[in-house]
Nanobody
Framework: VQLQASGGGLVQAGGSLRLSCAAS?????????MGWFRQAPGKEREFVAA????????RYADSVKGRFTISRDDAKNTVYLQLDSLKPEDTATYYC?????????????????WGKGTLVTVSS
């Protein structure tokens, strides 16, 4: 599975962005738990959000709960992250990830595939 993230950019505080992560390859997308992580300059990579399947269980980091929304379209092999009410501290490179297991992905372990990051910059 290859993951390609897109949709990052420069936005003012309070603004919105929508990130996309398209999966390609022979593995069946629907079988994977999909998630987003982010890494700010000088900081470790951290979990942002995860989703099991379309309309299924989701989980969010406390720092983004109520502002970010993860979704997926299994017919398009794509996972999305809607970022609303952005804050300067949301500035980071955002990475999508795929894993067999929900709790492992949330913990940042057992990641089967990582996508290349997309940079989100929020100005104050």
């Amino acid at each position: 599975v290859q993951l390609q993230a897109s949709g990052g950019g420069l936005v003012q505080a309070g603004g919105s962005l929508r990130l996309s992560c398209a999966a390609s390859g022979r593995r069946t997308f629907i079988n994977y738990v999909m998630g987003w992580f982010r890494q700010a300059p000088g900081k470790e990579r951290e979990f942002v959000a995860a989703i099991i399947s379309s309309g299924g269980t989701t989980r969010y980091a406390d720092s983004v709960k109520g502002r970010f929304t993860i979704s997926r379209d299994d017919a398009k092999n794509t996972v999305y992250l809607q970022l609303d009410s952005l804050k300067p501290e949301d500035t980071a490179t955002y990475y999508c990830a795929a894993s067999w297991f929900f709790n492992d992905l949330v913990a940042g372990k057992g990641i089967n595939y990582w996508g290349k990051g997309t940079l989100v910059t929020v100005s104050s």
